[in-house]
Nanobody, 124 residues
Framework: QVQLVESGGGLVQAGGSLRLSCAASGRTFNSYAMGWFRQAPGKEREFVATISWSGNSRQYADSVKGRFTISRDNAKNTVSLEMNSLKPEDTAVYYC?????????????????WGQGTQVTVSP
């Protein structure tokens, strides 16, 4: 089992920045690719970013490309999402997720472990 706990959400004005963190405990963290997903009110959960076990491969949703950066520190069992130039449409609950295996993935169904989520609200 892997337990995931997100932190760093909050309220920010449009154009501002936030850094989300996800702390993992349990099984060997570097056996897992990690991802961030988000769910806005009244919408389906959607892919945001993913990173391979080594950190050498990353993928981003088109809507966040160039503004968000995913990273991980396997020594500290953490994965982070740096969010810049935030827009009101980025408002959502953000979830950290882990999938067994080395390759990153944007497919929600491939992820076995999920955190509880952290709220990000971007005001106009």
């Amino acid at each position: 089992q892997v337990q995931l706990v997100e932190s760093g959400g909050g309220l920010v004005q449009a154009g501002g920045s936030l850094r989300l963190s996800c702390a993992a405990s349990g099984r060997t963290f570097n056996s897992y690719a990690m991802g961030w997903f988000r769910q806005a009110p009244g919408k389906e959960r959607e892919f945001v970013a993913t990173i391979s076990w080594s950190g050498n491969s990353r993928q981003y949703a088109d809507s966040v490309k160039g503004r968000f950066t995913i990273s991980r520190d396997n020594a500290k069992n953490t994965v982070s999402l740096e969010m810049n130039s935030l827009k009101p449409e980025d408002t959502a609950v953000y979830y950290c997720a882990g999938k067994f295996g080395l390759a990153p993935s944007s497919a929600e169904y491939e992820y076995q472990y999920w955190g509880q989520g952290t709220q990000v609200t971007v005001s106009p």
